[in-house]
């Protein structure tokens, strides 16, 4: 059965569901000693922000087959390294959506209209109302970095407060932006003329102190600055001086570049609003978080697709089905070809070529490939794998197809000569529909075939019938493709089982047998 770590607390809700599949250990709060000394034994591991998931970790995770983040941010995944190792990294990139735009909303009222100060200010016993005279958010201008999930769902909060809302990401169109009533524009532009500025980007090399001094410097003295996405995205000591000097009116934090943390210079002044990590922190994101999570680990435990791995190509709904035709072909491909392979070409004719394909190659180079080594060979590393084997790869789209309305055709090339195989989709089963020069239609079944290449001549179909009769191995079905009477042809016997050594031979020894190929589809 199954193992899975759970190392970091998660909802029971996702507990149970992974344990209606299989055997689940809690450990949580394990030193990294006690986390290397046992990861061996286990096929997934689930962390959320405090266990760190490190190279050593992954490399002593024999059996690991994928590491669950249940939250956003994988930054204590080396993600690198788990890549390299064929090993699936998986979050919850949308459990938290809400509750993470809800609390930078919360933050920015609180900055606004003053109410950590006046709460412990009463508390103490001071009557101070003068002193707490806040800001409206109406007619303001929300200035949000990162218009993802979290940004999005914040920039149609905002704009129910009637605030004007800018952002600043690369990587979405203007039209996804206009759907928002959202303006893109410079991140400078953002900088000067935001009342209010927040953050949902990742922690990455190029994000890392995006906000320091210089940033902070193009501020209007009113402006007020909030974190909900990631520590270490602002410069704290900037912002503690920025706030000391007056250039902004404020600042809210609910991550740090180091967590936990109980002393920091942030909780110094009462211009800055500080949370402990809470913008996952509801009841419903929580929930919602461990079940997301744990039907990501089970789907790559159970070979199927992840919505959310980190380190793989996204995968859209309608390319699964060509994905699943691409590993098939690759995989023949593989057990039916002679020779070193010099090169491959991939042709996707008809509807197919309009897509995005780089799915499909991943899968198909990635059942090409799955006979040929050692390693672990999934949609995570096959890249890495193939570019580390020097493979070459072509590739061609044909807008029109004849026969069908959709076909991938596999070209590999050897030493020996070319290999070629074309697969369909039709009624969401694969279709084998050509090897070579030969035409057919089989569907792959998850059991054996024998492939022989012959001559066509009356009475081999019966001797070879009688061959495998004497294995008692039963034949469910055959195909038979001809380029003409008398000619080369291609005979294809779906078994029961696997066709031995010593029967195998005996076909081979038959006259006009070119080659024949026991292969598992």
């Known amino acids: ?292 999570i744990a039907e990501e680990v089970l789907a790559v435990l159970q070979g199927r697709f992840s919505k959310y791995a980190v380190n793989a190509p996204h995968i859209a709904p309608e390319l699964v089905p060509f994905m699943r035709v691409a590993a098939t072909i690759g995989n023949l491909a593989s057990q039916l070809m002679e020779g070193q392979i010099n090169s491959t070409h991939i042709t996707y004719s008809g509807g197919v070529s309009n897509y995005d394909c780089n799915p499909i190659k991943t899968a198909l180079i990635s059942g090409l490939l799955q006979q040929a080594s050692e390693e672990r060979i999934n949609l995570v590393n096959v890249g890495f794998i193939a570019t580390q084997r020097g493979l070459k790869i072509s590739e061609e789209k044909e807008a029109t197809c004849q026969n069908y309305s959709n076909l991938l055709t596999l070209e590999v090339n050897t030493n020996v000569g070319t290999t070629a195989i074309s697969g369909t989709v039709r009624d969401s089963e694969i279709h084998i529909v050509q090897v070579n020069d030969f035409w057919m239609d089989i569907l792959p079944t998850g059991g054996y075939f024998l492939f022989c290449d012959h001559l066509d001549r009356p009475g081999l179909v019966g001797t070879i019938g009688n061959i495998t009769g004497k294995a008692d191995i039963n034949i469910s079905s055959m195909h038979l493709s001809r380029l003409q009477p008398r000619g080369k042809a291609l005979m294809i016997l779906a078994l029961d089982e696997p066709l031995g050594e010593e029967h195998l031979q005996e076909i081979l020894a038959l006259p006009g047998i070119y080659s024949a190929k026991t292969v598992k589809l």
């Not at 995770?61 to 956003?72: D, F, H, N, Q, S």
């Not at 149609?156 to 800018?166: L, N, S, W």
């Not at 000591?237 to 920091?264: C, H, L, R, W």
Request: glycine share 8%; proline share 3%.
């Open 1 to 292: 059965m199954m193992k899975i770590l759970v190392a970091d607390s998660i909802a029971e809700e996702g507990i149970q569901s992974l344990r209606s599949h299989a055997q689940v250990d809690i450990k949580t709060k394990l030193e990294p000693e006690q986390l290397k000394a046992i990861i061996g034994d286990y096929d997934a591991l689930i962390v959320r922000s405090q266990t760190q998931a490190g190279a050593e970790v992954i490399e002593l995770g024999k059996k690991l087959k994928v590491i669950g983040r249940a939250g956003v941010g994988t930054d204590n995944i080396d993600v690198d390294a788990a890549t390299k190792k064929g090993i699936v990294v998986v979050n919850a990139p949308t459990g938290n959506t809400v509750a993470a735009a809800e609390h930078t909303i919360a933050l920015m009222l609180a900055l606004a209209r003053n109410v950590p100060q006046a709460n412990s200010r009463l508390k103490s016993g001071k009557w101070q109302r003068e002193e707490m005279v806040g800001s409206e958010l109406r007619n303001k201008t929300l200035g949000i970095i990162g218009l993802g999930n979290v940004g999005s769902e914040v920039a149609k909060r905002a704009q129910a407060f009637e605030m004007r809302v800018v952002a600043h990401d690369p990587f979405v169109s203007k039209d996804y932006a206009r759907n928002l009533k959202v303006d893109l524009v410079s991140l400078d532009q953002l900088l000067r003329e935001a009342e209010f500025i927040t953050l949902h980007v990742p922690l990455t090399a190029t994000t890392k102190k995006l906000i320091g001094s210089k940033e902070l410097a193009k501020l209007k003295p009113t402006a007020r600055i909030i974190n909900c996405a990631r520590g270490g995205l602002i410069d704290e000591e900037a912002v503690v001086k920025a706030i000391k000097t007056g250039k902004i009116a404020g600042a809210a934090f609910d991550v740090f570049t180091n967590e936990p943390v109980t002393d920091s210079p942030l909780f110094k002044e009462d211009k800055i609003v500080v949370t402990p990590h809470l913008g996952a922190s509801t009841i419903e994101a929580q929930t919602s978080i461990a079940k997301d």
